[in-house]
């Protein structure tokens, strides 16, 4: 560096953080792939999955990138140029090493771009180690590895049991949670039409009461109105009464206090008293009258009234006895049903155990059909088997699968060596069955390549064996 040169810093220099050496006791990250960023973890032949950067540290790194352009594109500033002298004045001349041809106006041209801050560097490429070693390759004949059917038997009858295991706990799970379903049902339904009958009982004995209470002051407004009337009827008799003999008291008391000592008192008693006495007889005559017209009349009514309310009261009691009459048949209806409930609940558990019981029953396998043993195939093509040469019609379409098959187990017997004589015998076994109605004979169903184990009954076969 020049003497005199003023040293330059892209920034203002800061205390280093932190220590300058590293810790000796620190050995979490001491030789530990697991925190390199240069290991690449997983499988190497998969494609490299690249990790998306975060959005902070992008913004960083922009804009550092754009202040090392900002200092890159900024130039050392120099002091200007004096002014001339009089008489000249400055020209602009090229200094450089090599002179480029000036013009009026610069070549310009636009040019476009576009880039993705997140692929500024493509990607490293895959590594692919290189091959080495020798191939080599062996022959596997068929059953020299495992045999895949029997070998999953066990598994399947594990997972097949396992799964009925668990649907039929499924299966019994959820009848049970019908039935408490059902149960909880029945009950809400038994506890709404217990609480629908109270309140219709509570209802009809507020309506009885109200009835009642309504009747008797029913009944004493009218007593008290026929008291009012019996009241007026004897105060009017009374009235008449005392009016009746109103006058002749008056009189009698005039004349003996002397006021008629004249010939006009007997005048009056002579000519006037007689008729005023007919007049006051028929007068009380027809009051008589009245009263016993009034009399029968207050009879009649009374009798009518009386003879109503009587009809009201047996009416009434006949609704209330067809209301108890009906209370009695809806409780012997709801005895009746809770009855019949209770012999479906009992019918229903007996089918459900009985169905149990039906699920749970293995029946024994069905009898094992007899076989004989197929010796040849005579010149009418049919099959001859059983020691007494019996014969029996074959198929056409089994014929050569048939002679296919007594040759190949001719010549596995013909074939087998010294050492395989404990190996029993191959025979070609078939099932034989009677030709249909109309036809006489028999005829050969199925065949297949077994021993002669295979011919006699279970017993026997285990014995033999």
């Not at 709404?192 to 009944?219: G, Y």
């Not at 089918?351 to 009898?367: G, I, K, S």
Request: glycine letters at 4%; one cysteine or more.
């Amino acid at each position: 560096m020049a003497q005199g040169q003023v040293q330059q810093f892209a920034s203002a220099p800061q205390a280093v953080s932190g220590s300058r050496f590293r810790n000796p006791d620190d050995t979490s990250k001491l030789n530990n792939m697991m925190h390199d960023k240069r290991v690449v973890r997983g499988n190497t032949h998969a494609s490299m999955v690249q990790s998306q950067p975060d959005a902070g540290e992008v913004r960083k790194q922009r804009e550092a990138q754009r202040r090392r352009l900002m200092r890159a594109n900024q130039t050392k500033k120099r002091g200007g140029t004096p002014e001339p002298v009089a008489g000249r004045k400055h020209m602009d001349i090229q200094t450089d090493s090599y002179l480029e041809e000036l013009t009026e106006r610069t070549v310009e041209f636009e040019a476009e771009t576009q880039t993705d801050f997140l692929l500024d560097r493509p990607p490293s490429p895959l590594f692919m180690p290189a091959k080495i070693g020798v191939d080599i390759e062996t022959q596997i004949e068929e059953g020299e590895l495992f045999d895949f059917d029997v070998e999953c038997e066990p598994v399947l009858e594990v997972l097949v049991g396992k799964t009925l295991e668990q649907s039929m706990m499924e299966v019994l799970e959820e009848e049970e949670l019908e039935s408490l379903r059902r149960h909880q049902e029945d009950f809400e339904k038994r506890r709404n039409a217990e609480l629908l009958e109270a309140q219709r009982m509570e209802a009809a004995e507020k309506r009885r009461s109200d009835e009642m209470e309504r009747r008797m002051q029913q009944q004493a407004g009218q007593k008290e109105q026929d008291l009012a009337v019996m009241r007026k009827v004897v105060s009017r008799s009374i009235a008449s009464a005392h009016l009746s003999s109103l006058k002749d008291r008056a009189l009698a008391h005039l004349l003996d206090a002397g006021c008629f000592a004249d010939s006009v008192q007997l005048a009056a008693e002579n000519k006037f008293m007689p008729e005023l006495l007919k007049a006051i007889e028929a007068e009380v005559a027809q009051a008589v009258q009245d009263r016993l017209i009034l009399s029968d009349i207050l009879q009649g009514t009374i009798s009518t009234r009386l003879a109503t309310h009587d009809a009201r009261l047996e009416t009434e009691r006949r609704r209330l006895a067809a209301i108890d009459q009906a209370e009695r048949e809806a409780r012997d209806e709801k005895e009746q049903e809770r009855k019949q409930a209770e012999s479906e609940a009992v019918r229903i558990k007996a089918e459900q155990d009985a169905l149990v019981e039906w699920e749970q029953y293995v029946p024994p396998p069905p009898p094992k059909e007899p076989e004989f043993h197929i010796k040849e195939i005579n010149e009418e093509n049919k099959a001859v088997y059983g020691d007494e040469g019996l014969v029996a019609t074959v198929p056409e379409d089994k014929l050569e699968e048939l002679k296919a098959m007594l040759a190949a187990a001719q010549l596995a017997n013909e074939a087998r060596g010294e050492e395989e004589e404990s190996v029993p015998d191959q025979i070609v076994c078939g099932k034989i069955a009677p030709l249909p109605e109309g036809e006489e004979g028999m005829l050969l169903e199925s065949f297949h390549v077994g021993s002669p184990a295979d011919l006699l009954p279970e017993e026997a076969a285990e014995e033999a064996a």
